[in-house]
Nanobody, 124 residues
Framework: QVHLVESGGGLVQPGGSLRLSCTAS????????TAWFRQAPGLDREFVGG????????NYADFVKGRFTVSKDNAKSTAYLQMNNLTPADTGVYYC?????????????????WGRGTQVTVSS
């Protein structure tokens, strides 16, 4: 079992930046791909970005357009989502999820463990 806790959300102005963290406890974090998903009010949850369990590759949703970066630090059992040039459309609850020895791809069904999410609000 893996327990995930997201942090780093908050209120930011358009054009600003945030770095979200996902800290894991339980089984070896180094064996897991990590992905970030988000859900805006009234909309379905969507894939944001993910990283291969070995850290060798990353995948991103088209709307990221080079603004976001997913990374992981196995020594700290933590994954990150660096978000730059935020817009109001990025508002939502952001969730991290892990997939044992996965590739960090966009299919939510392959992720075995999920955090409870952290709220990101982009507004002036």
């Amino acid at each position: 079992q893996v327990h995930l806790v997201e942090s780093g959300g908050g209120l930011v102005q358009p054009g600003g930046s945030l770095r979200l963290s996902c800290t894991a406890s339980g089984r070896a974090f180094s064996d897991y791909a990590t992905a970030w998903f988000r859900q805006a009010p009234g909309l379905d949850r969507e894939f944001v970005g993910g990283i291969h369990w070995m850290g060798s590759s990353t995948n991103y949703a088209d709307f990221v357009k080079g603004r976001f970066t997913v990374s992981k630090d196995n020594a700290k059992s933590t994954a990150y989502l660096q978000m730059n040039n935020l817009t109001p459309a990025d508002t939502g609850v952001y969730y991290c999820a892990v997939d044992y020895r996965g590739a960090g791809t966009r299919s939510s069904g392959q992720y075995e463990h999920w955090g409870r999410g952290t709220q990101v609000t982009v507004s002036s």
